[in-house]
Structures are given as C-alpha cells and as structure tokens.
C-alpha cells in the first residue's frame, strides 16, 4: 500500500492548459474553514461554495468524518491536507476536480495511460 504523504495525482497528472488552469485557480482561492464532525461530503459542498472550482466526491470519500480549521488557505493545500489526513486523493477531471480513494484515483489514471 502506498504512503498517505506525498504530492496528490493532481499535481503529477499530465495536464492540458485547461487542466493547469484548474490548478491555478485552486491555489489562487483562499478561505477560512472550521469543521467539527462533518462528513467530508459537507466539507466538499462548503468548499464549493466559497471558491471556483467544482469539486467532486465519490460516495465512499463522502462518508467519511473530520474535523479540521484553517484559516486564509489556499483551496489546493486545503484538499492535500484533507485528503492526506484521511488516505485519500484528488485529481483533475475535466474542469473540476475529483476526490476518491488512493487505489481509485490510482485505477482511474492508469487507464488514462493505456
């Protein structure tokens, strides 16, 4: 099994300018959060509200729970965080970006290879 630290798929992933710019537009957002006890699909819908990019959540990561504050964070190291804490990975998929977990984000890019 792969290590939970390291550099989320998204930030490896062979990306068009359309991809890149996704990546950009997460670094750019800034926002302050504090979560107690929510389940991340909660934190994904607050997220999305305070900041451009559409982000996704597969059910499986959704059902999971955290409690995390953050204060003046980008959206992108918000979402490495989060998803490094809890085993989970985020890529870009289309104009947005998908959470899920490591083994699925994994899957799904080595099909894109093939």
Known sequence: KSGAF????ACRQALDESGKLVLRRLSDSKFNLRADGLTLKRIIEIVNASQPVVCEI????GKKTTSIEVHAMSA???LSLL???LDLDFRVQG???LIDTREAIQGAISKERK
């Open 6 to 9: 390291g550099p989320a798929t």
């Open 58 to 61: 597969s059910d499986e990561a």
């Open 76 to 78: 992108m190291d918000f």
């Open 83 to 85: 998803t490094q804490s």
């Open 95 to 97: 104009t947005g970006i």
